[in-house]
């Protein structure tokens, strides 16, 4: 029987309390992913392994720990004897670094990512049940032939371009922006998941576009009174910056419309060479492209979510070149 490899960076799902009743004044990233798997009696006898990729909370998420997981991945997916990864994460980038991984895996094995709403030491750990369904998504995925990368987070199976945070603090924090989970989870003996015939597509770029050093891609909101100050003090940044701006993501209005005074501030960053797409504030539905845009849209991705694909589009066109 191939095994299950867990890949832990820490997150929530890896935190302690030293008060269980006050589960909300915790840290992140105390326990080990080895202590996660021990404390699913599920999980017992399953043939896993646990390696600690990094012990971070996931708000610090950072280019230098996706190259190491990217590492990590690599090598493990091309065991013979592993079916499929799953990686313990933080819930506040999970949405960012599913989106990374789908570009980047080439979709021959299942790759899952799982979090925790709640610490490990609270009574009411989601972390736990999360885990097993994520190994048993991994073990049913390559029982089927299904590669790519997906989320499973409260009984539901995610899609990695789809998933997001929805709730800051509810266990059934995550959606898929107006997409229906790929599966919902089977709760009892009585019932039975219905499963796709495939998962999503992999971008299949490569896990080597870690190792280059990212351009700097930065996130601005529009809102009532935006004038367009921030780009500006950026673009003047970016003029004696080591890592200089190449590129902006800008969180629009409903569907993706921006202040007057912000649109005169990004025209003056696209005459620089700045490349700009457009996404919403908006957590549902999306951009999607209309005539006469000026700037790309892009459809069904958050802004943080975009960003990832921006940078990575940059990355390429540094390499066409």
Not at 111 to 117: E, F, P, Q, Y
Not at 172 to 179: E, I, K
Request: glycine share 10%.
């Amino acid at each position: 029987m191939q095994k299950v490899v867990i890949l832990g960076t820490g997150g929530t799902i890896a935190g302690t309390a030293n008060d269980p009743s006050r589960a909300w004044a915790y840290q992140a990233a105390q326990l080990s992913v080895a202590q996660l798997i021990e404390a699913v009696p599920a999980l017992q006898g399953v043939p896993l392994e646990a390696v600690q990729v990094a012990q971070v909370d996931s708000k610090d998420m950072s280019w230098s720990i996706w190259r190491q997981l990217g590492r990590a991945l690599h090598v493990q997916l091309a065991r013979d004897d592993v079916a499929g990864v799953v990686i313990t994460h933080g819930t506040d980038t999970l949405e960012e670094t599913a989106c990374l991984l789908q570009a980047l895996h080439d979709g021959a094995k299942p790759v899952v990512l799982t979090a925790a709403m709640y610490p490990a030491t609270s009574p009411d750990a989601d972390g736990p049940g999360n885990l097993r369904d994520a190994v048993r998504v991994v073990q049913e995925s390559a029982r089927r032939g299904l590669g790519g990368v997906v989320a499973v987070m409260h009984g539901c199976v995610w899609s990695a371009i789809d998933v997001r945070k929805t709730h800051s603090h509810a266990l059934d924090a995550f959606d898929g922006g107006g997409a229906p989970p790929l599966v919902a989870l089977a709760q009892d003996d009585r019932s039975e998941a219905v499963w796709p015939s495939a998962w999503p597509a992999c971008g299949r770029f490569g896990w080597g576009y870690l190792e280059v050093n990212p351009p700097r891609v930065e996130i601005v909101c529009s809102h009532a009174d935006a004038d367009g100050w921030l780009v500006r003090a950026m673009l003047a940044h970016a003029q004696t910056s080591a890592r200089p701006l190449k590129g902006i993501v800008v969180a629009g209005t409903g569907h993706g419309t921006l202040h007057e005074g912000l649109t005169q501030a990004l025209r003056e960053a696209t005459q620089q060479g700045i490349t700009v797409w457009r996404s919403s504030r908006v957590a549902r539905g999306g951009v999607l492209a209309r005539e006469g845009d000026e700037w790309p849209a892009v459809p069904h991705l958050t802004a943080a979510q975009a960003r990832v694909a921006l940078t990575l589009s940059l990355l390429g066109a540094d390499h066409a070149g």
